[in-house]
């Protein structure tokens, strides 16, 4: 699969911006429009908002199509990569961020952040460490001159693997945290937010290919829904952010000290695969990525699994919301690092 895309879209490039003015007008409509919200919470089931899970869909459903798992097939040719991608991301990332989230929630901010919410806080940023990024990596990818096939690749492989890894490693740094959370309910959730629109992305390539050529599936179709994962995101965030709304008002400290421990995360797990790749003797063009696919996170995942086990009024799905607004900056001066630094690998 090639990217042509000239780079990071005007959405993406100023997400962090979106999010904030999401917030600032879910917090108004919580505040001064309650019923807004009391409204949306009618529409439940099983636990699961479906206002909040078509939203979702409608984010993870274009990034799914961009995922060719034909591409698997060369897995065989380089798998130093592939190695370091998968280590970073499933043996390295998850448990991490629980080490580095702890020591902040627990210890180090122990007299800012009560211990219930240290805990709930502790699982949102267990279920960011849990879900690496599987699409704004082709965007990082492209911006650090990635190797696009090799790219795919990767991604590819991270996504089947998150079928199978996900749910017992949350279930587990959950329970060391004292989280109870039935195995149906993340299973539900894994089924809702990856395996249909995975399957629906398949099934979209398949057929789009089919009738009329991977040419224009890549070029004209895909692009048709550009904008539609930021959309779906900035409402879904909006939705959130008014059950949320009294949370803010009462804690807007909280958002910042959230925001440390996930920002030190990324930069360690960007700096692991970056450097493991350049001691295995790595080209650029394939370090770059692996480092780009641990640091970011798959947060929309992240947050329509924390809405459909803990709450959209949670302080759980909060945390996993501060690591959407934290992750386009940090990203983009990865980004800067990774380009200055390649000399490094030739």
Not at 25 to 31: E, R, S, W
């Given at each position: ?97 629980f080490g580095i989230a702890s020591l902040f929630f627990y210890v180090i901010l122990k007299q800012l952040i009560p211990a219930e ?230």
């Open positions: 699969m090639k990217t042509k895309s000239s780079g990071i879209g005007f959405f993406e490039k100023y997400l962090t911006v979106w999010v904030i003015i999401c917030m600032a007008v879910g917090v108004f409509i919580g505040k001064f429009i309650p019923a807004i919200p009391g409204f949306l919470n009618r529409f439940e089931y099983a636990n699961v908002s479906v206002p909040i899970a078509i939203l979702i869909w409608l984010m993870i459903y274009p990034m799914m199509m961009k995922v060719d798992f034909n591409s698997i097939k060369n897995v065989g040719k380089n798998p130093k990569g592939l190695f370091v991608t998968w280590i970073t991301n499933w043996f390295i990332k998850p448990f991490s961020m919410l240290a805990r709930d806080y502790l699982a949102g940023a267990v279920l960011l460490g849990a879900a690496p990024c599987t699409a704004m990596v082709f965007v990082w990818s492209h911006l650090t001159r990635g190797n696009p096939a090799y790219t795919v690749v990767q991604v590819a492989t991270n996504d089947l693997i998150i079928l199978i890894a996900f749910v017992p490693i949350v279930k587990f740094l959950l329970g060391v945290s004292n989280v109870t959370v039935p195995w149906n309910t993340l299973i539900l959730s894994i089924i809702l937010f990856v395996v249909i629109p995975l399957a629906g992305g398949i099934i979209t390539r398949v057929l789009v290919t089919k009738n009329k050529s991977r040419e224009y599936f890549e070029n004209k179709f895909i692009p048709k829904f550009n904008n539609t994962t930021i959309v779906g995101l900035l409402l879904t965030l909006i939705i959130i952010f008014s059950f949320q709304g009294n949370v803010i008002l009462e804690n807007p400290l909280h958002i910042v000290l959230i925001a440390i421990p996930l920002i030190l995360q990324t930069l360690l797990i960007f700096f692991i695969a970056y450097f493991a790749s350049k001691l295995l003797k790595l080209p650029h063009d394939i370090a770059a990525p692996a480092g780009m696919i641990g640091a970011s996170n798959f947060f929309e995942l992240a947050v329509a699994v924390a809405i459909a086990i803990f709450g959209t009024s949670s302080p759980v799905a909060l945390a996993t919301i501060v690591g959407v607004l934290v992750e386009v900056p940090v990203m983009l001066i990865l980004v800067r690092i990774a380009n200055k630094t390649s000399n490094w690998f030739e």
